[in-house]
């Protein structure tokens, strides 16, 4: 295909939405001239899925939940006016908040104001909201924030060491749905004993964002905590970013959250609209079906050439894996779905994996992502007429080109700037071609049996931990090797996972376990040192 013809196809394919200020380019994928029409039924179908989504029909039948983020900006289309009133008092009660955390009304325990934010969550928890911060933050933040997403002590440890003497002044935001996310509790309980070694009251510095009754509910209730805001059954996680849980730090930051809403909301209503040529989302999906085969043969590479937008693969990541990643279909075939999704930024990209992306296993395709504004204001012209971020602009198709003429597919996004109503606007494209796509594939893009699957073996371990704690408490000073102490414990199949356990009980001296070394790694004997056990026990 010449460049004359490649313009052709690229005026013929472009869906522009100046409005939004947005524009999606799927010239660059080699799908068939009759690919469209050969798929509008099946989309007409995926339109009809979504609008009965939208209008309350149960989406998630393991649960008998609704699934309504679509609802978190326009509550006017709930399905209720309970859920519509619900939605609109929370966030004037978050703006209300936020208020009150800047204009000094509510003060940390010893006085001043509040500046800091430690938000305490995991996965949708915390993926979305560190996206928002990341991308919309900036010396004029009201709170400068930090998060504990992950139960790694080193992680919150550092964390704790970067707010430092300032905790006495942070605000401390934790987020569970069910209050029982072992993950976010541990974080929690972290924090909370950090402001106790501080000589502060963690309930003077804390905020739930919880499922009403839940366990975090009763316990901030009990504990007298600042302040409680709600988490309803029918968003998920993952699609949760445009409800208190994305919305209350991006708030206490000083971002613009009706601005948020705003550019979400008119994405949805671009989105919503059933003809496929002028929708981004449904062509998104669709270029995801072509290019994967419509069964993930193809992995998603992100390429945003915006640092801002760095951690939008991250958060793509659960949005569309934990969404599209389902073994079977609702049939109950075995179908093995999903679609792997990793990247970088631009042009970081150019000195790390594009050399593979254009010449090695062509198992993917592209999405840049263009910003066409640089910055706020004029540019340093660091050659002739020619700034930074032209150079930028110039990689971006340069790679784009460079692809293209070695076979590999991709897709452009060109939005006009990065704030918050285009952020709120790339959430919502995604959430909608993702809905899309689950349809065209016969999924259900609201349950995540895999994910509790991983919770259920984590708790089998920990249980397993604490039977071995037992035996060894059991048989103070006696040694065992790995092999010995499970068959002592009637597990002998489970000697590896045994194995693995005692390996982290010795590294760390929480527990009060020691080895004597062996003549390699399955001779070495482990006991409980009796000194250190009474410690412990």
Request: glycine share 10%.
């Amino acid at each position: 295909m010449n460049t004359l013809q490649l313009w052709e196809r690229y005026q013929k394919h472009l869906c522009h939405h100046p409005e939004l200020g947005l524009s999606l380019d799927i010239s660059r994928m080699n799908f068939a001239d009759g690919f469209l029409q050969e798929m509008a039924p099946r989309m007409e179908k995926a339109y009809g899925e979504m609008a009965a989504l939208e209008k309350g029909a149960i989406a998630n039948a393991d649960e008998q939940r609704m699934v309504g983020h679509y609802w978190l900006r326009n509550a006017a289309l709930a399905p209720t006016r309970e859920i519509s009133g619900e939605i609109e008092s929370t966030f004037k009660a978050i703006k209300a908040f936020a208020g009150r955390i800047h204009g000094g009304e509510l003060k940390p325990q010893q006085g001043g104001r509040f500046n800091r934010l430690l938000v305490v969550g995991i996965g949708g928890s915390a993926l979305g909201p560190e996206f928002v911060a990341d991308a919309l933050g900036g010396v004029q933040d009201k709170l400068r924030l930090y998060f504990f997403d992950n139960t790694d002590p080193d992680g919150m440890d550092r964390v704790l060491a970067e707010i430092g003497t300032g905790l006495g002044e942070t605000l401390t935001v934790v987020i569970s749905k069910s209050g029982g996310t072992k993950e976010t509790r541990n974080g929690m309980l972290e924090a909370k004993e950090a402001y106790r070694q501080a000589g502060l009251d963690f309930a003077r510095h804390a905020v739930a964002v919880t499922g009403e009754g839940s366990e975090l509910d009763a316990v901030a209730k009990k504990d007298g905590w600042l302040a409680r805001f709600p988490m309803w059954d029918w968003v998920g996680g993952r699609t949760s970013v445009t409800s208190a849980v994305g919305l209350l730090p991006a708030a206490l930051q000083g971002i613009d959250i009706d601005a948020l809403l705003a550019g979400a909301n008119q994405c949805d209503a671009v989105t919503r609209q059933p003809e496929t040529l002028k929708n981004p989302a449904a062509l998104l999906a669709l270029m995801w079906y072509h290019a994967a085969a419509g069964r993930g043969a193809k992995d998603m590479v992100l390429l945003p050439y915006k640092d801002r937008l760095l951690l939008f693969s991250r958060y793509l990541q659960q949005l569309v894996m934990e969404s599209l990643g389902k073994e079977r279909d609702r049939a109950g075939q075995v179908v093995n779905q999903g679609i792997a999704v990793y990247g970088n930024k631009g042009s970081t990209d150019q000195h790390a994996y594009v050399q593979q992306l254009r010449e090695g296993v062509n198992n993917f395709f592209v999405t840049f992502i263009e910003v066409l504004q640089d910055r706020d204001g004029k540019s340093l012209q660091v050659e002739p007429n020619v700034t930074s971020g032209d150079y930028l602009a110039g990689f971006l198709q340069g790679t784009r080109r460079a692809l293209f003429e070695n076979g590999r597919e991709s897709l452009t996004i060109t939005i006009d700037r990065v704030d918050a109503g285009t952020i709120g606007m790339l959430i919502a494209l995604y959430e909608r071609a993702v809905g899309l796509y689950a349809e065209l594939v016969n999924i259900n893009a609201y349950h995540q049996p895999g994910v509790e699957a991983g919770k259920k073996a984590a708790g089998t371990v920990l249980k397993l931990q604490g039977e071995i704690l037992a035996k060894l408490r059991q048989e103070k000073g006696k040694q065992f090797t790995a092999a010995e102490l499970a068959a002592a414990m009637g597990v002998k199949e489970e000697v590896e996972t045994v194995f693995k356990v005692l390996c982290h009980l010795v590294a760390n001296p929480d527990h009060g376990v020691t080895l004597t070394e062996g003549k390699d790694l399955f001779t070495r004997r482990y006991s409980l040192d009796t000194h250190a056990a009474s410690s412990y026990t």
